[in-house]
């Protein structure tokens, strides 16, 4: 177990100085420096052209020691209101889930959450209220975002 944990350790701290350093940074991603390396926290700012895009996300990112052979657990901590995120905040996403490699990292998970708040997947729907919303009445699933966005401020 110790050499799972000393490896997750080494992914784990290379990922985040990657992140972190000015080179490799994501536009819109503030990754905080975490006190425990298997706890990250991160900010993600709501995509331009999005319902999202006025918005500051709190993201919670939990590793286990099998990291990268399993994925972390992600979720929002700040409220959301998305197709593909549960009510508790968690995301559905192919890649937390079914189409998860090791070849994956933080900067892939992140990328894909940018995504996904971008173009919702309705096929697959964590949230069935939002996801029945945005088909039916775009306009409607826009306005509820920007005002849960506005009462979390």
Not at 26 to 45: Q, S, V
Not at 57 to 62: I, S
Not at 96 to 107: C, D, K, M
Request: aromatic share 8%.
């Amino acid at each position: 177990m110790s050499t799972n944990l000393n490896f997750t350790n080494i992914r784990l701290s290379r990922e985040l100085s990657k992140l972190q350093s000015e080179s490799d940074k994501l536009e819109g991603i503030i990754i905080e420096t975490p006190t425990d390396l298997m706890l990250w926290h991160a900010k993600i700012k709501g995509p331009t052209n999005s319902p999202y895009e006025n918005g500051v996300f709190d993201v919670e990112l939990k590793f286990d020691t099998d990291y990268p052979i399993k994925p972390p657990s992600v979720k929002f901590l700040t409220k959301m209101y998305h197709p593909n995120i549960y009510r508790d905040g968690k995301i559905c996403i192919d890649i937390l889930q079914s189409e998860w490699t090791p070849a994956q990292n933080i900067r892939t998970i992140l990328l894909s959450i940018i995504s996904l708040l971008m173009d919702p997947n309705t096929s697959s729907p964590a949230n069935r209220e939002a996801s029945d919303l945005y088909n039916s009445d775009i306009t409607a699933y826009e306005q509820k975002v920007k005002n849960i966005i506005n009462l979390t401020k």
